[in-house]
């Protein structure tokens, strides 16, 4: 806490109110509406909305295609996770050796992250594409074998590689950050005691890199339950047969092309509660862990 | 750095050279597809060299998609994103460092918890809340009984409203809505030392002026980082514009516009998919916010490690 401040005065509330008001009508209004509508179900000919109490809830989660939803959602979230992050933790060790070139590798790997999540779907789309991307080689010899618009399977394959493509980037950031705010004297002594490069880098580097990791690891997954709306809709549009019907995709699909309010609202709401325990466990058990020295 | 390593060294390259062409060859791919003309893009074996057309598929997906209107748009909507936060989160930090009064904490914990839920999750009810802006204001006169008492006082309805459906306002408000860069500007702003403070405060400075003359020019570097995120998040808005706009035509926005190239057969009546189009405007979307994180790079991976999106 600081001791020399300035007296409570109307300029300290002005500064405030506009942020506040903000968050008031775009934060918390929509997340009480949500809870509202969750609970509640609106009458086909308007008259307000009646109390139906978990009704929503008990015709989501007896949905068989809501937890196919479910399902699809946590493999794409686990996958692209785990393809993301690995392959940023290997490129990251590798860059931060810091040989010729350097610099070039590290942009190299960054720009990624300013693609957005349509224009990823839209080029992996392209990549795919049983006609004219790179898997045309296989189909002119077994024709119809990769198709993502029939295949569940290479459908959800497709959604995987793309997410995946585009946190590379991210993860790539945070390790290199991380390997370098590593202190230049442990690895020197490391190396004194004759540890070779890769030895260093599998007992001294990554250890101390797992702070970071977790880190990583909740945001990642959180990212991938929230962010996959684009890649899904310029991707597969959550074909085949819902293959791709990632649980944000849903929740508009069911909210603004089935007009079903309360439906929706019952859905954001396990997601909510999805997202708040996973930023709940970062900060709880993983942002207390981190200590670099 | 320490040892020679030739057989190692090679290896990093070979490596990194390997992610690099991972991370490349899509979006080499689709540069590729961005040259070709229409019957070679869609010729069986996929082409892997650049044609001669890009210069014409460019002009053509451009007037196609009506681009110029749309690119303006997203940099109105990405540069009052960024003045917008930037702004917001300045003084929202400045109020809770450098004033004491009660509830600080509270209100700090109030804004920070809008990390917790990205537009996303809660997409729906905000949507409603676009519709009418004042919504939440008319529910509470409503519930308090104050609509009633004005009605009874003075006779007015009370009947607020303030759509921002189809308008910039609605592109940008509930983007600006989050606490990422109010975070970023509090550990900033704890950083300043107290005699800092007291110096001013012995010179006479009032707090507009300690903001203004002493910590603005001295927050540069945290502006320029800000910006950067905040830029290229704006930019890349794809859910929310798809909803908000309905008139593409005056306030559509780039990204928005791709999904109307997906090559289906919605697009194309069942005619040859036009992916040398859909990929010259996908490269035209990509430019600005890739131009922006390699530009300001040094900028970009700092504002990403500290503002915790």
Excluded at chain 2, 197 to 214: I, K, Q, S, T
Aim: hydrophobic share 55%.
């Amino acid at each position: 806490m600081r001791r020399a401040c300035f007296k409570f005065s109307w300029v300290a509330a002005a500064l405030l109110v506009p942020q506040l008001l903000i968050i008031f009508v775009f934060f918390y209004w929509p997340s009480a509406q949500a809870l509202y509508w969750a609970f509640t179900l609106e009458q086909p000919w308007g008259g307000g909305n009646t109390w139906v109490g978990l009704d929503n809830f008990r015709a989501i989660l007896t949905d068989p295609y809501y937890w196919g939803s479910v399902r699809v959602s946590v493999i794409y979230a686990l996958a692209t996770t785990a393809l993301a992050m690995g392959m940023a933790l290997t490129l990251a060790v590798f860059v931060d050796r810091q040989l010729a070139g350097y610099r070039s590798w590290r942009v190299a790997i960054i720009w990624p992250y300013a693609v957005a999540a349509p224009a990823v779907g839209l080029a992996f789309q392209f990549v795919f594409n049983p006609g004219a991307g790179i898997f045309s080689y296989i189909n002119a010899v077994a024709p119809g074998w990769w198709d993502l618009s029939r295949n569940a399977l290479q459908a959800v394959v497709a959604i995987i590689v793309a997410g995946a493509w585009k946190q590379v980037a991210y993860s790539f950031v945070f390790f290199l950050a991380a390997l370098q705010s590593i202190p230049r004297s442990l690895i020197e002594a490391a190396a004194m005691d004759g540890a070779r490069p890769l030895r260093r880098m599998f007992d001294l580097q990554m250890p101390l890199l797992t702070p970071t990791f977790f880190f990583l690891l909740v945001i990642n997954i959180t990212d991938s339950f929230t962010d996959s709306f684009g890649i899904v809709d310029t991707l597969t549009g959550g074909g085949p047969y819902r293959a791709t019907d990632l649980m944000v995709y849903r929740i508009y699909s069911e909210g603004f092309k089935g007009m079903n309010y309360s439906g929706a609202a019952a859905q954001s709401v396990i997601l909510m509660l999805l997202v708040m325990a996973l930023t709940f466990v970062q900060f709880r058990y993983v942002e207390r862990r981190v200590h670099y020295t | 750095m320490i040892e020679r390593t030739p057989l190692l060294n090679l290896a990093t390259h070979l490596i990194l050279g390997f992610g690099l062409i991972v991370i490349l060859a899509p979006i080499w791919l689709a540069f590729v597809a961005a040259t070709l003309t229409l019957q070679d893009v869609n010729a069986a074996p996929v082409e892997l060299w650049p044609g001669t057309h890009l210069w014409a598929n460019l002009k053509e997906a451009w007037v196609l998609s009506d681009f110029g209107p749309k690119f303006i748009n997203s940099l109105i909507v990405a540069v009052g994103v960024v003045v917008g936060k930037i702004t917001l989160a300045c003084f929202t930090a400045f109020s809770l460092v450098f004033f004491t009064y009660r509830g600080r904490t509270l209100i700090f914990w109030m804004i920070f918890i809008t990390l917790m839920l990205p537009l996303e999750v809660r997409i729906v009810p905000t949507y409603a809340v676009a519709a009418n802006a004042l919504s939440p204001f008319q529910a509470l006169l409503d519930v308090t009984g104050m609509s009633w008492l004005i009605n009874a006082v003075s006779g007015v309805q009370v009947s607020l409203q303030w759509n921002l459906l189809n308008s910039y306002t609605g592109l940008i408000l509930p983007l600006v809505a989050t606490a990422t860069g109010t975070f970023l500007y509090r550990q900033f702003f704890l950083t300043i030392p107290d005699e800092l403070v007291e110096a001013a405060r012995m010179d006479g400075a009032g707090p507009l002026r300690f903001l203004w003359d002493v910590l603005i020019p001295l927050s540069k570097t945290n502006i320029a980082a800000l910006a950067t995120i905040m830029f290229v998040y704006a930019w890349n808005q794809y859910l929310w514009p798809l909803l908000v706009i309905t008139d593409r035509a005056t306030y559509g926005m780039v990204v928005v516009q791709l999904s109307d190239l997906v090559p289906d057969q919605m697009t194309t009546g069942g005619g040859t998919p036009t992916w040398h189009l859909a990929m010259a405007a996908t490269l035209m979307v990509m430019v600005p916010p890739i131009a922006i994180v390699i530009l300001m790079q040094r900028w970009f991976v700092r504002g990403l490690i500290n503002t915790d999106k």
